[in-house]
């Protein structure tokens, strides 16, 4: 099963009375977004079925949306992409283990922390950046990280 973990656009900066669970894309954030999709394109295959799951803040929600557009998916929610409990999502992995490609959209920590968790690779996950990650069917929590791509690099491929 292919596996990609996304981390979300730019966000806006905290002001006023905003806390940072109600921040959501900048322009920049949209359209760099927009642009890793369409990169991401190329690393799944044609007629692959694709599961986006997504965080349920906004930042991430939107991105997901900007991607579901792209990549002609529909959204779901995942509990656990918040926090360090890793349990919820390794279930998720495993009751979508014979999917074609799932692809999460989370925010920074816990796409390093899962990513470090099921590879035991460290990665610096910019905004808009992503990585792809084998996951065997017969045993679900081995993972092989295949690529990982900064969004400099996503954006420009076509």
Known sequence: MEFILVRHGEAEE????MTDE????????????????????????AKTKVQLWSSSLPRCLQTAEIMADVLGAKIKFANGLTSSDYGSVTDLITQNIGEDCLIIVGQKFFLEEYTKHLTGIALHYK????AGIRIDAGQPLHAELQWFMQPRCLKRIR
């Open 14 to 17: 905290l002001s006023g009375d």
């Open 22 to 45: 109600m921040r959501n894309l900048t322009g920049k954030g949209r359209k760099t977004s927009k642009q890793i999709a369409k990169g991401l394109t190329r690393f799944i295959a």
């Open 127 to 130: 905004k808009c950046a992503a």
